[in-house]
């Protein structure tokens, strides 16, 4: 217990604190290499030694909550100096007569240049006077035919090449969140991250840089790709506070402290030491199988008719008793000759040249389409497609949601009702659970136009609180950093949940799916806003007015709230999720309007026209999900179904309802991945599509 007026202790010298050795790197107290050590070694002593986060933030002159600061930012050469940039060196290249080179290897052109070798070697040492054209002519040709294959191979690939290391560093160009003089900038480019910076991350992002964790709400990492372990890692600010990039967030949100850049990283250390490798395409497989087969025949068949001639020809000195001469020399090389000649005649040199074409006509007919195709086979096989398995919000949606109606209070209001038209008192609860239990923001430009930043479903809720007459703002800057413990939203609860502390104590604020966030309310806000005992004539009228909302296309979510006396003085990081949400008193209701997007109906009834089924597979309310499938034609005749009750089907029932399935709602990943699956055994060629982490 620190004495009143005791003065705090001075943050220790790293080089006192720690047999670690310190290397300071100019003005910074810690060099590129000792944070790299830090983070790979992954030692909770080493870090306690150095003084924990604080120490280290302190020494790349960084602050855990604002980041780096306006003097830091505009000094930030002497950072990248000491750090490094967050780029990874690119993959060696192939230049044009290397990949020349390579097409050259390829089983077919090496059978015809042995077979045209073989030609031009017999055709100008044993010319045939009675043929019109001199021997040696078609073995110049094959080396020729050989010549422009290999040449429109390498063409392409180093075409294709020089196309896609543009489009790579745009591929992995992605805007990530990143606090900096204290301001939040949700569009930085991932490039242009710095040593220092702190960066928000939540579920489905992949860490863009080793750092060390800051703060984190139900933080689960997913580092197979680096350590090999299948089991999710749990992170944490007392615990394993070790982020490594590259790796993916599982669940839940938090912030971390940027260490590591680039090359300095562990993941940039393993990738600069791999050079891009190729693999064959099914078609090149395919097509170095069917020439191999074409020189097995085609040798085979050339041996036994050399063999078979050069045997007539002793048997039939034999008989007449002649003896081999030097003239008889040019009879047995014109049957070498005709051996050669059943070879190149046996393998098409025309067949490979025709591939490459056909392959690279493809991969431009497709970008011109705005098609981006990264690997060939994906022109060899997207066309045998059979099925396709789609997400609704996002991929048929525009993802641009907006609150048209609300249940409150017992009444289904047509429109969100103006300032005043709900009790004041309600509203300001609603839009106090609706602010606390949000990670999404918005803004509007010049003209109006709303942005959101995070999830549209989240900004649109919010949307819906300025509505109302409570923007969420002001509430958000009354709550900064009450927030005690956040169960993240995924698609196995279907619902999101924020304790946060308040002066009167500690409340739980929910959102989630009506029909399972219902099951965890005990009270309901009703009448002219007193909060009264749920009743099973009241769920069922929340559950009738989802319905009727689901039913036009809308998005349900049900927002709820409670005290919470029972988790004071508790940690709620430890306390069961279902403790945390149990006796909640229900809310609203609000359903939210996401329009289909344009050309959506004609794409769909185009697959179908091709033969190709078009399934939709959402996490979506079932009577939403069939709204939309049927205003876009995926609903016709089939059937739609949940994602619980397909998951219990028997094989027997799945080869019954596959066929008929055109809609599976309130789907997990799981779900999805079972489908897929279900599909492929039946001999379908699936093809999914989406926009989220859990398709």
């Not at 580092?223 to 890692?233: D, L, P």
């Not at 300025?466 to 169960?487: N, Y």
């Not at 709620?572 to 809310?587: A, F, I, K």
Request: hydrophobic letters at 40%; glycine letters at 8%.
């Amino acid at each position: 217990m620190k004495s009143e007026g005791e003065s705090p202790k001075p943050t220790p010298s790293l080089q006192e604190a720690s047999p670690f050795v310190a290397e300071p790197s100019g003005r910074f107290g810690l060099s590129a290499k000792n944070l790299f050590d830090i983070v790979s070694t992954r030692k909770r002593v080493t870090l306690e030694s150095l003084g924990g986060v604080d120490a280290i933030a302190h020494s790349i002159h960084a602050d855990k909550e604002n980041g780096l600061s306006e003097q830091e930012l505009s000094n930030c050469d002497d950072r990248i100096f000491h750090y490094g940039t967050n780029h990874l060196p690119p993959p060696p290249t192939k230049n044009f007569f290397m990949l020349f080179l390579l097409a050259l290897k390829d089983v077919t052109l090496i059978i015809l240049m042995v077979s045209a070798l073989l030609s031009l070697i017999l055709g100008i040492a044993f010319p045939d006077p009675n043929e019109p054209t001199p021997g040696w002519v078609d073995g110049l040709a094959i080396f020729l035919a050989v010549f422009i294959v290999a040449f429109v191979t390498a063409f392409n690939d180093w075409s294709k090449d020089r196309q896609f290391r543009k489009l790579d560093s745009k591929k992995k160009d992605r805007p990530i969140t990143v606090v900096r003089a204290g301001k939040r900038n949700p569009e930085l480019s991932i490039f242009d991250l710095l040593v220092g910076d702190v960066v928000e991350l939540a579920r489905g992002d992949q860490i863009p840089a080793d750092g060390l964790l800051l703060t984190g709400s139900g933080l689960k990492v997913d580092e197979s790709g680096m350590t090999g372990e299948s089991k999710t890692v749990s992170k944490e600010s007392d615990a394993d506070v070790f982020m490594l990039s590259g790796c993916t967030i599982q669940d839940g949100r938090g912030t971390m402290l940027v260490t590591g850049v680039g090359v300095n990283t562990e993941y940039g250390m393993t990738m600069s030491l791999l050079a891009e490798d190729h693999d064959q395409t099914p078609l090149q497989e395919n097509l170095d199988r069917i020439a191999k087969m074409i020189g097995f025949f085609g040798f085979g068949a050339a041996g036994l008719t050399l063999v078979a001639l050069v045997a007539a020809f002793f048997i039939d000195k034999a008989v007449t008793g002649s003896a081999v001469v030097k003239e008889d020399v040019p009879t047995l090389m014109k049957y070498v000759v005709v051996a050669v000649t059943i070879v190149v005649v046996a393998v098409p040199e025309g067949l490979p040249l025709a591939v490459t074409i056909s392959l690279a006509y493809s991969m431009r007919r497709m970008m011109r389409d705005n098609n981006l195709v990264r690997h060939l086979h994906a022109c060899e096989t997207m066309g045998s497609a059979t099925n396709i398995c789609s997400d609704k919000t996002g991929t048929l949606t525009e993802n641009r949601m907006t609150a048209t109606r609300l249940f409150a209070l017992g009444h289904l209001f047509e429109a969100v009702p103006q300032p005043g038209e709900l009790p004041r008192s309600y509203v300001r609860d609603l839009c106090v659970s609706i602010a606390a239990n949000s990670t999404a923001d918005f803004t509007r430009n010049e003209s109006g136009v709303l942005k959101f930043d995070g999830n549209a479903t989240e900004g649109a809720l919010l949307v819906l609180a300025e509505k109302l007459g409570e923007p969420h703002g002001p509430i958000r800057t009354a709550l900064r950093g009450r927030e005690e413990h956040c169960f993240v939203f995924n698609s196995e609860t279907k619902r999101m949940t924020t304790v946060v502390r308040a002066e009167q104590g500690l409340y739980v604020h929910t959102k989630g799916a009506p029909e399972i966030v219902l099951e965890c309310c005990s009270h309901a806000a009703w009448g002219d806003g007193e909060i009264v005992p749920l009743t099973d004539a009241m769920r069922e009228e929340i559950l009738r007015a989802t319905t009727q909302m689901a039913s036009g296309g809308l998005r349900t979510l049900l927002v709820c709230s409670r005290e919470a006396p029972d988790l004071a003085g508790r940690r709620v990081r430890e306390v069961p999720r279902g403790e945390v949400e149990t006796g909640l008193t229900c809310l609203a209701v609000a359903g939210i309007k996401d329009p289909l997007r344009k050309g959506v109906s004609a794409a769909v009834q185009a697959c179908q026209s091709a033969g190709i089924v078009v399934r939709m597979v959402t996490g979506d309310n079932i009577h939403t999900a069939k709204h939309i499938a049927l205003e876009c034609g995926i609903l016709t005749d089939g059937i739609a179904m949940e994602g619980p009750d397909f998951r219990r089907c028997t094989d027997e029932q799945f080869r019954d309802i596959l066929p008929r399935l055109q809609v599976l709602a309130r789907s997990s990943p799981t779900d999805k991945h079972l489908l897929v699956e279900k599909l492929r055994a039946m001999a379908e060629v699936v093809a999914v599509t989406g926009d989220g982490t859990n398709d």
